[in-house]
C-alpha cells in the first residue's frame, strides 16, 4: 500500500506505534509509547481498530503490530479473512468474534 500523505516517517513512527519492526510479533499495553499530537496513544499501530467501514462491511484501519512500519497509517485499511475467525464456535461465524485475528481491538478514549 503506497504511504499517504498523512504518514509519519518510520523513525518517528516508532516512538507513537507498535508495527512489524518493533512489536516483537505481539500487541503492547496502551501508552508505552508516546501519545499523538492530541494526547492519545496507540492511535496507529498495535492493534487495528475494528470498526465499520463506509460500505457497511467491517474493516480494520490504522495498520497493527503485524504490519510492517509503511503500512502502519491513518489510511490503512484491511478487509477480514475467513482465517480471522476459524475457531469461533458460532454457526454461521460471527464478523465480530475475531478469535484468530489479535491483531484486531477496538480503542476507547476517555477523559482523565
Partial sequence: MPRSAASIPSKELATVAWHWDNA??????????????????????????????????????????????????????ALQTPDWNVTDPQNPKSKWWLSDGPFAGFRIIREN
Fill in 24 to 77: 516483537d510479533d505481539k500487541t503492547h499495553p496502551v501508552g508505552k509509547l508516546k501519545p499523538n499530537a492530541w494526547g492519545l496513544h496507540d492511535m496507529l499501530g498495535n492493534a487495528g481498530e475494528w470498526c465499520t467501514g463506509k460500505d457497511g462491511k467491517p474493516v480494520l484501519r490504522g495498520g497493527t503490530f503485524a504490519d510492517k512500519a509503511d503500512d502502519v497509517h491513518a489510511g490503512a485499511r
